[in-house]
Nanobody
Framework: VQLVESGGGSVQAGGSLRLSCAAS????????IGWFRQAPGKAREGVAA????????YYADSVKGRFTISRGNADNTLYLQMNSLKPDDSAMYYC?????????????????WGQGTQVTVS
């Protein structure tokens, strides 16, 4: 299983980025797929998650109304649209798969992880 994130970069506050997650060796159908982030010196935190089959979405309070998690046309693609970015959003962003249809905001319950894509907001 391999997850590859892309779309990170440097942006000014108020700007937007769209992160992508592409999977190989696994399809997202039936599972919970999440986006997490980790800034230097801070714990990894859940940003958003989606029950891929049903489309139910979950967001951290800090990103509600600004970030949108969505499925791609293929069942191995996921996106995170990030608008109105703030410096506090700066972090490494990770895509992760939980081999269950139930979403928990606990990183340790996700079995597969990508290498991350860096987002820097200045």
């Amino acid at each position: 299983v391999q997850l590859v994130e892309s779309g990170g970069g440097s942006v000014q506050a108020g700007g937007s980025l769209r992160l992508s997650c592409a999977a190989s060796g696994v399809t997202f159908s039936g599972y919970c797929i999440g986006w997490f982030r980790q800034a230097p010196g801070k714990a990894r935190e859940g940003v958003a998650a989606i029950k891929f089959a049903g489309g139910n979405t979950y967001y951290a309070d800090s990103v509600k109304g600004r970030f949108t998690i969505s499925r791609g046309n293929a069942d191995n693609t996921l996106y995170l649209q990030m608008n109105s970015l703030k410096p506090d959003d700066s972090a490494m962003y990770y895509c992760a798969v939980r081999l269950s249809s139930v979403c928990y905001n606990r990183a340790e319950t996700f079995e597969y992880w990508g290498q991350g894509t860096q987002v820097t907001v200045s």
